[in-house]
């Protein structure tokens, strides 16, 4: 690897990183020497890159520091378009509309040899087939009430024809290739619940914030699924359970 990649790659395994990292860690990750590592950051700090730590402790990357997007390699350039082109077909039409936004704007800044992954990829996923059963919702609504920490007042019908009223806390909106599911805590239930969005009847959009905040929730839910080793894409059975 060439120093100025190898630079460049720090940077971005520090920024990564949600607590401080050893040089030995950053070694074994790069597939490099402790001493080479330690050189590297000297002369990262030595060109002002806010990196604070230590030998034998670790290193952390400041918040806030940023590199040009003309520095995005040719393989995170496909991952781009590979996942802008699955939510085009799969998510909603205001999700679709900005990742098309998304792949202008990164095709207007790259390097002119790199122009052709934007604009004619080598890589892609097939147009969406199926039509979503949820027409009636506002599933653009439903992510920014999960956003703001904002209650919904919603009719359900389960897979064996039960139905219900509640008042759920959202803080997720999980997109499948065939069903768009929302992750809330269910005040009927005291308990995390999963609601497909093809078997709302009804969503009320209350302006009432719940008592958590939605990421205090996600960590739970997610911390939650770890322990059930079922951190693996929703699947849609996993609603019924509501």
């Known amino acids: 690897m060439r120093r100025a990649d190898r ?3 720090i940077i971005q395994v520090l920024r990564r990183a949600s607590a401080p990292m050893t040089a030995a860690a950053i070694a074994a990750e790069l597939e490099t020497s402790k001493r080479t590592i330690y050189r590297d950051i000297g002369a990262l ?23 040009p997007p003309l520095m995005l390699t040719s393989d995170e350039l496909e991952a781009v378009a590979l996942g802008a082109q699955w939510v085009m077909a799969h998510a909603d039409s205001e999700l679709a509309r900005a990742a098309l936004g998304v792949l202008a704007k990164i095709a207007a800044i790259v390097p002119e040899d ?20 949820d027409v009636g919702v506002d599933v653009a609504k439903l992510r920014a009430w999960s956003r703001q ?9 389960d897979k064996t024809g039960q139905t219900s009223e509640r008042v759920i806390w959202p803080f997720m909106v999980g997109y499948v290739a065939t069903v768009r599911v929302v992750m809330a805590w269910c005040e009927l239930r005291a308990g995390f619940r999963i609601f497909r969005t093809d078997q709302l009847t ?15 929730l996600r960590r739970r839910w997610l911390a939650m699924m770890r322990e059930k080793q079922a951190i693996a894409p929703v699947r849609t059975q996993d609603a019924d359970r509501a």
């Open 149 to 157: 920490g904002l209650k919904l007042a919603i009719g359900y019908v």
């Open 202 to 216: 009804s969503v009320d959009f209350l302006d009432e914030r719940y008592p958590e905040h939605p990421v205090v």
């Open 45 to 67: 700090i030595a060109q002002r890159v806010p990196i604070r730590g230590e030998a034998g402790i670790g290193y952390i990357l400041d918040r806030g520091f940023d590199l």
């Open 7 to 9: 630079l460049f790659e």
């Open 114 to 133: 790199l122009r052709p992954i934007i604009d004619d990829p080598a890589v892609g996923t097939p147009p969406s087939r199926e039509v979503h059963g």
